[in-house]
């Protein structure tokens, strides 16, 4: 009988262990100033633009995907991510990116786009016409 309690406490401090764990783990912070990014060294959420101007580049050898993204200050950083290019990477409006500033660049380790959805181009069309 007593090792029943023995075996159940350990479990509970197992459980607290991994959510307390988790939790901090967890602690995404949101940016949008890019110069607050390169300031940061945990993992964050960066929301920007694809700078089209500077197209992006595959590297197929290793597998990386890699552009630059700017903010609404227009400061710009390159964003490299190890994996392939979104499908719909080049009708986005806006990029969010997950991932930390290191040497220089944005290691994303996630990439979401954000494309025109077909309402708005409804909605911008009845606008104009009324």
Request: proline share 2%.
């Given at each position: 009988?007593?090792?029943?309690?023995?075996?159940g406490?350990?479990?509970?401090?197992?459980?607290?262990?991994?959510?307390?764990?988790?939790?901090?783990?967890?602690?995404?912070?949101?940016?949008?100033?890019?110069?607050?990014?390169?300031?940061?060294?945990?993992?964050?959420?960066?929301?920007?633009?694809?700078?089209?101007?500077?197209?992006?580049?595959?590297?197929?050898?290793?597998?990386?995907?890699?552009?630059?993204?700017?903010?609404?200050?227009?400061?710009?950083?390159?964003?490299?991510?190890?994996?392939?290019?979104?499908?719909?990477?080049?009708?986005?409006?806006?990029?969010?990116?997950?991932?930390?500033?290191?040497?220089?660049?944005?290691?994303?380790?996630d990439?979401?786009t954000?494309?025109?959805?077909?309402?708005?181009?409804e909605?911008?069309a009845?606008?104009?016409?009324?």
């Amino acid at each position: 009988m007593n090792n029943k309690y023995i075996f159940g406490g350990f479990i509970i401090v197992v459980f607290f262990g991994i959510m307390g764990y988790l939790l901090t783990e967890t602690n995404i912070k949101y940016e949008e100033d890019f110069a607050q990014i390169e300031e940061s060294s945990g993992t964050i959420k960066a929301t920007g633009s694809w700078v089209k101007e500077k197209n992006y580049q595959i590297d197929k050898q290793k597998q990386l995907f890699s552009f630059y993204m700017k903010d609404y200050n227009g400061k710009e950083i390159k964003v490299v991510y190890k994996g392939a290019i979104p499908n719909n990477f080049e009708s986005s409006t806006s990029v969010v990116v997950t991932g930390k500033y290191q040497n220089g660049n944005f290691q994303a380790s996630d990439i979401l786009t954000k494309c025109p959805s077909k309402y708005e181009t409804e909605y911008e069309a009845t606008q104009k016409a009324s």
